[in-house]
C-alpha cells in the first residue's frame, strides 16, 4: 500500500516558478513509475510527466517540456516536480501518483494504482 501526499502548490505570478513534492509512505513507492497529472477547471485530468523507479526515464506532455522537471530522491521516498516559466494555462489541481503497472501503460488511468490528494497551482498574469 501506499500514501502520497502533495506539497508545495499555491499562487504564482506568471513566468514564476514552484516545486512540488509528492511524499509517499509504504515501501512499494520505491518500486513504482511516478507520475504528476494535473486537472484544470472542466477539463479532464492529464498525465503530464512521469519518472520510472530508477530514474533513468523520464516522460512530458508536449505543454510542459523544457520548463518542467520530475525527480525523486529514493533515500526520502518523494518524488519532486519543478515548475518554471509558469504561465496561466498552468493553473489546475496537481496529482501525484504511483503505478506498480508498465513504463508502456503510462497514458491509461487504470495503470495508476495511487493517488494523492492533489495541490491548487494558480498562476495569474
Known amino acids: 500500500q501506499v500514501q502520497l501526499v502533495e506539497s508545495g502548490g499555491g499562487w504564482v505570478q506568471a513566468v514564476g516558478s514552484l516545486r512540488l513534492s509528492c511524499a509517499a509512505s509504504g515501501r512499494t513507492f520505491n518500486s513504482a513509475v511516478m507520475g504528476w497529472f494535473r486537472q484544470a477547471p472542466g477539463k479532464e485530468r492529464v498525465l503530464i510527466s512521469a519518472i520510472n523507479t530508477n530514474g533513468a526515464y523520464t516522460y512530458y506532455t508536449d505543454s510542459v517540456k523544457g520548463r518542467f522537471t520530475i525527480s525523486r530522491d529514493r533515500s526520502k521516498n518523494t518524488g519532486y516536480l519543478q515548475m518554471n516559466s509558469l504561465t496561466p494555462e498552468d493553473t489546475a489541481i496537481y496529482y501525484c501518483?504511483?503505478?506498480?503497472?508498465?513504463?508502456?501503460?503510462?497514458?491509461?488511468?487504470?495503470?495508476?494504482?495511487?493517488w494523492g490528494q492533489g495541490t491548487q497551482v494558480t498562476v495569474s498574469s
Open positions: 501518483a504511483a503505478s506498480t503497472g508498465t513504463w508502456s501503460r503510462l497514458s491509461e488511468r487504470g495503470n495508476w494504482n495511487y
